[in-house]
């Protein structure tokens, strides 16, 4: 009887360890802000315009601040890829964790990301202007925005924001070319563009997202309104779009009336994984989610994020170079 004791106790405990190796995988600690967020002398810094006004008409009574980064490469007699970021006031702010625009210009410098225009936005405030005393604080419709599952805000950035854009470059035409990305509520948002629009965005770069309920309202009729905690479900059960992503989150993430938002980042990652496993068991034809993951001992602000933001920009583009 010990040989069957001993195989039952090794078929029991396989499938746990699997579990707490995927639940607890190495935490990234020391992280921290790299050269890549500062000017260097070898890379052209390119120019940062902005901040400019926009007036939503898919999302009425709202105004937002965006900027543009233009690398010093560009030339438009050819099409340009295209990076939007959320949170646009903190992504640019010369002494935050983000620093987007030196991360640009020195990725692009050294080949290890396409000439990229970039897209900084905010989110809408609901006034005529945009408030001068915002600084780095959030505008009043964020969640309104970020948080709520839906096509309405990759509508206000393809249908709108976009158009007004290429009025002034030349953009690319191909999905595999344009990357949105953002942090905490900028990320669920930027996921949700990239998972209504595939044909338009496929690469994302999520860090700290808000994959929780903060968007869910059970009392809006009809119909009940969904919240990120239900994209892991989502994600197991519908068709898998083309999307390249690289999500972060830090073990001391937020846990609050919303969920626990590290558990559900783990969630979303472990859903990928599921739906691709799936599609291979199956034999099914079409794309599978290139993804990768950086846990972390952060908290829930722009830190670690901003500190990976020039690994995970290399990362998303390196999948072109195959």
Do not use: C
């Not at 599921?274 to 001992?297: E, L, S």
């Amino acid at each position: 009887m010990k040989p069957i004791v001993v195989l039952l106790a090794m078929l029991l405990l396989t499938p746990l360890s699997e579990a707490a190796a995927f639940n607890h995988p190495p935490i990234r600690t020391g992280v921290t802000l790299t050269p890549d967020h500062r000017p260097q002398p070898d890379a052209p810094a390119g120019e940062l315009q902005g901040p400019f006004e926009f007036h939503s008409r898919i999302i009425p009574n709202t105004v937002r601040r965006y900027w543009v980064f233009v690398p010093a490469q560009y030339d438009s007699a050819t099409a340009a890829s295209l990076l939007v970021f959320q949170d646009g006031q903190r992504a640019i702010n010369p002494e935050g964790p983000i620093r987007i625009q030196h991360v640009m210009a020195n990725l692009i410098a050294k080949g290890e990301m396409p000439v990229t225009i970039g897209l900084f936005i905010t989110p809408g405030n609901l006034s005529q202007h945009y408030p001068d005393n915002l600084g780095m604080q959030n505008p009043n419709h964020r969640w309104q925005e970020y948080d709520v599952l839906g096509d309405r805000y990759a509508r206000l950035l393809i249908n709108e924001m976009l158009p007004e854009l290429e009025k002034r470059y030349t953009l690319t035409d191909n999905p595999e070319q344009r990357a949105i990305g953002g942090t905490s509520s900028g990320a669920i948002a930027a996921f949700t563009v990239a998972w209504e629009r595939p044909d338009y965005f496929r690469k994302v770069y999520s860090g700290i997202g808000s994959y929780v309920s903060i968007g869910y309202r059970p009392e809006a009729t009809p119909p009940q309104q969904l919240g990120g905690h239900d994209y892991p479900a989502l994600i197991r059960r519908s068709p898998i779009r083309p999307m390249r992503l690289f999500i972060q989150d830090g073990s001391n993430d937020l846990d609050n009336e919303w969920g626990d938002w590290f558990l559900a980042n783990q969630q979303m990652v472990k859903a990928l994984a599921y739906a691709n496993r799936a599609a291979d068991d199956k034999n099914q034809a079409g794309p599978r989610y290139q993804f990768t993951h950086v846990w972390t001992d952060g908290r829930h602000n722009d830190d670690h994020p901003g500190a990976l933001l020039p690994e995970g920009l290399r990362w998303l583009w390196a999948g072109d170079k195959k």
